[in-house]
């Protein structure tokens, strides 16, 4: 709105009218692409969680992971890294977990549930 009042109240040249406008459009377009990618990415954080706290209700229950819980971790995990006292889970939209492990949890139960 100040842009046209100025050039109403003052006479502003219309090469600089146009000049300003055609910035305006070009940040407001940068503005709408940044938007849409945070977006898109508040919408595949989502899903992770959503199928990580899926997975990790399986593994507590103590229920066996069936056919579609294996696609799922196929489709969204990248790798699984198991390090001495930790395991780490990378997850193919770059978002990565960690958990420590006592060595009590490794002795003591062959199923042991991460909490993510």
Not at 55 to 73: A, C, K, P, Y
Not at 87 to 106: A, H, L, M, S, Y
């Amino acid at each position: 709105l100040k842009l046209h009042r100025d050039k109403r109240m003052r006479g502003m040249p219309d090469s600089e009218y146009n000049a300003r406008i055609q910035e305006y459009s070009r940040r407001m377009g940068e503005i709408e692409k940044q938007r849409s990618k945070l977006k898109n990415t508040a919408d595949r954080y989502s899903e992770v969680k959503a199928c990580l706290d899926a997975f990790e209700g399986n593994i507590q229950s103590g229920d066996i992971l069936d056919v579609g819980d294996g696609l799922v971790m196929k489709a969204l995990v990248d790798r699984v890294i198991i390090w001495k006292g930790r395991i780490e889970i990378r997850f193919k939209c770059g978002v990565g977990v960690e958990k420590r492990i006592t060595d009590e949890q490794r002795k003591t139960t062959n199923k042991y549930s991460p909490s993510f």
